[in-house]
């Protein structure tokens, strides 16, 4: 799937997140109509809040504001930082990805990580300061993991990937 429909899709959960059936009736075959022109057989819900896509190539899940949580399968070995919000979550084969909003300053928020992932069995491949803006990245076995914690306002949010490696 590219990243200009990922953005179609998620941009669907939120128009459609009032709940109402004949629009997410409507945008659900809207979007299995543009799939099926990128040359992808897939089924399209939209309920409660998020979407699910069901393809020969597995299962992915988009949700946002209310509809959003930590998907059951994100990897126990990745601390969601205590406290935070989650605005939007997206749950495909290839991982996962969580955009999270805390109280908490950028620096607090990457010290954990970096006690928590190293702690985890995770080797540290990047660190990188910007000062109002810090990106982890982390491997371990087959996959990658990015932290990228940003201030906004009087806190920050973070964007928590985890990508499993094709093989």
Known sequence: ??????????????VTGCGQKSGEALVEKMIE???????????????????TIETP?????????????????????VQVYAGAKVLASVNTPQG???????GDSVEKIIAFYKGKMTGEGWK??????QGESSVLVYKKEQRTASIVVAKAGDGAQINLTVANESR
């Not at 988009?62 to 949580?69: E, H, I, L, R, S």
Request: hydrophobic content about 40%; aromatic content about 4%.
């Open 1 to 14: 799937m590219n990243y200009t429909m990922l953005a179609v899709l998620v941009a669907a959960v939120a």
């Open 33 to 51: 109509k543009q799939m099926a022109k990128e040359g992808v057989k897939g089924k399209v819900d939209l309920s409660e809040g998020q979407m």
């Open 57 to 77: 190539q597995g299962t992915a899940t988009y949700a946002g504001g209310a509809g959003a949580k930590v998907p059951d399968n994100f990897p126990k070995d």
């Open 96 to 102: 996962q990805n969580l955009m999270l909003e805390s």
């Open 124 to 129: 540290e491949e990047m660190s990188m300061n």
